[in-house]
């Protein structure tokens, strides 16, 4: 089992709608939560960053986060062509070091106009 | 703001051959990454340096060699390649990493195909 599950899609919806994209994990030791968009042809980019549970306003995202259920969420409000991406979950237990994150298999996402 | 430069950014490799890719960083950052990304497998670490004289594996090194040939630049090395190698590569930086933010930055990936 891998210690990150993401559900691959695709995820295709209208433009303006709601986006609920999610990743479970096992790992009870994650604390650092991390959200990345990746464009086709390019490398990801950080979107969201959360330490442990709650949530996490930025714009138009919001990035919620429940230890309890061992599971993080990313929503996209008022969702636009140019989120058409696809989204990585990342996750961590150790403070200090980008070398033990782990990431999820990524979700591709389509906005259709 | 050239950011994590890559190069080549695609290359294709018959069995057996060899090839470096090169990465280089301008944001003078400590710690430098190499992952593999791969269809339903995710981002993998390859290997890292994290700091200048230093190198150490990630999760998949085997088939790869690295080297830090300065704080801004970090190689990595494909002595015999494999079909399995065929994957798309990216190099990254990062200053520190934790509850300030701070993060990786992803070059734009190095297409590679081993026929």
């Known amino acids: 089992q891998k210690e990150v599950e993401q559900d691959p899609g695709p995820l295709s919806v209208p433009e303006g709608a709601i986006v609920s994209l999610n990743c479970t994990y096992s790992n009870s030791a994650f604390q650092y939560f991390m959200w990345y968009r990746q464009y086709s042809r390019k490398g990801p980019e950080l979107l969201m960053y959360t330490y442990s549970s709650g949530n996490k306003e930025d714009g138009r995202f919001t990035a919620q986060v429940d230890k309890s259920s061992k599971y993080i969420s990313l929503f996209i409000r008022d969702s636009q062509p140019s989120d058409s991406a696809t989204y990585l979950c990342?996750?961590?237990?150790?403070?200090?070091?980008?070398?033990?994150?782990?990431f999820g298999s990524g979700t591709r996402l389509s906005i259709r106009p | 703001n050239a950011g994590v430069t890559q190069n080549p950014k695609f290359q294709v490799l018959k069995t057996g051959q060899s090839m470096t890719l090169q990465c280089a960083q301008d944001?003078?950052?400590?710690?430098m990454y190499w992952y593999r990304q791969d269809p339903g497998m995710g981002l993998r670490l390859i290997y890292y340096?994290?700091?200048?004289?230093?190198?150490d594996k990630g999760e998949v090194p085997n088939g790869y060699n690295v080297s830090r040939l300065n704080k801004r630049e970090f190689s990595l090395r494909l002595e015999s390649a494999a079909p399995s190698q065929t994957s798309v590569y990216f190099c990254?930086?990062?200053?520190?990493?934790?509850?300030?933010?701070?993060?990786?930055?992803f070059g734009e990936g190095s297409w590679l195909t081993v026929v």
């Open positions: 990254a930086s990062s200053e520190a990493f934790g509850a300030s933010g701070n993060t990786i930055y």
């Open positions: 990342a996750m961590s237990a150790v403070y200090s070091s980008a070398s033990k994150i782990i």
């Open positions: 340096s994290a700091s200048e004289g230093t190198t």
């Open positions: 944001m003078n950052h400590n710690s």
